[in-house]
């Protein structure tokens, strides 16, 4: 008798052990408590809770299911949260964009991700654009406002980068997308949980 | 073929009832997971495998829909017990609205199909 506990025992074992190393990647308290909510189903299942009989522990872990197919349930959720911490310019303005429909404050952050992100592509594209086009890439003075880009014809007045458009164009340019995603991921803490999770898990 | 679209058909159809299903079960009250198998075992064909309601609950949790909190049992097993808060209220009443309205009217356009099958 108390082999056939025993050997029970190591079964539940095997198995809570195989899901353990599955859900690796979760965090370590979200695992104690996976762990601990399925040895308690096992037990009360093996004591016969709720249907009067106990049942055997094989056919109590085939009816959980495999490991891998559990864990995998819970880590496709632990997966829309990374998503969500990401850093993804794709996934934010996507998020975003479902915002944007709800609210005024969600339209608002769209349009300003947008135009830093757009302003931010276009000085890198100068900058990769210059060699090819040194004469019409530029920033010029314009008769009433600053020109940056390619202009065809070339426009009046001196080009006040230069070559330097390229370093410059880079660096700007990168400093407005990074720029344009903290700031987006920092609004988002502000969107309605439902439209965070609705397009993380898009 | 038929019969294997039926499966990945009915596998889809599981997963999405699954939610308002296990919402539906604790709106009378708390249970912890194996009472909420029974129930959804008992009054529905959704469970298939039991260990696919536990993920179910972790990620209702996560929503802020359903509260959980831990006690023992009589013979020491750690049991969770699961219970709508307000926000998981106000959805799983929501669902229930949509689920019904959208089954009417799926009844209805499969009326016919079923008076066929029986001629």
Redesign the interface.
């Known amino acids: 008798m108390s082999d056939e506990i025993q050997v029970r025992r190591a079964q539940i074992d095997i198995y809570l052990a195989a899901l353990r190393k599955q859900l690796g990647g979760l965090p370590a308290e979200d695992v104690e408590e996976i762990l601990r909510e399925l040895r308690g189903h096992i037990a009360e299942r093996a004591e016969g809770a709720l249907q009067g009989s106990g049942t055997p522990v094989e056919r109590i872990l085939r009816e959980l299911g495999a490991p891998e197919h559990i864990a995998a349930l819970y880590r496709a959720d632990s997966l829309v949260a990374h998503a969500r911490a990401g850093f993804s310019p794709v996934l934010i303005v996507r998020t975003t964009l479902r915002w944007a429909n709800r609210t005024a404050v969600g339209f608002a952050a769209f349009l300003a991700g947008l135009v830093g992100y757009a302003v931010g592509a276009s000085m890198i594209v100068c900058a990769i654009l210059k060699p090819f086009f040194p004469a019409n890439v530029g920033l010029w003075i314009g008769s009433h406002h600053l020109l940056l880009g390619a202009e065809i014809p070339r426009p009046q007045g001196p080009d006040l980068l230069g070559w330097w458009i390229i370093p410059y164009g880079l660096g700007v340019g990168t400093a407005f997308l990074l720029g344009t995603t903290v700031f987006l991921r920092w609004m988002l803490r502000f969107a309605p949980r439902a439209s965070r999770r609705v397009a993380a898990a898009a | 073929m038929v019969e294997n679209g039926l499966e990945n058909w009915e596998a889809q159809i599981r997963k999405g009832w699954l939610d308002v299903a296990i919402l539906a079960t604790l709106w009378k009250g708390r249970l912890y997971?194996?009472?909420i198998l029974?129930e959804l075992e008992g009054r529905s064909d959704l469970v298939i495998?039991?260990?696919?309601v536990?993920?179910?609950l972790?990620?209702l949790r996560?929503?802020?829909l359903i509260e959980g909190e831990?006690e023992e049992?009589v013979?020491g097993?750690?049991?969770?017990y699961y219970r709508l808060t307000a926000a998981g209220k106000a959805r799983a009443r929501a669902l229930a609205r949509h689920s019904h309205e959208f089954l009417s009217k799926m009844d209805a356009l499969i009326q016919p199909l079923l008076k066929e099958q029986t001629r």
């Open positions: 997971g194996l009472e029974r495998a039991e260990g696919t536990y993920p179910v972790s990620r996560k929503e802020g831990w049992s013979s097993h750690p049991r969770r």
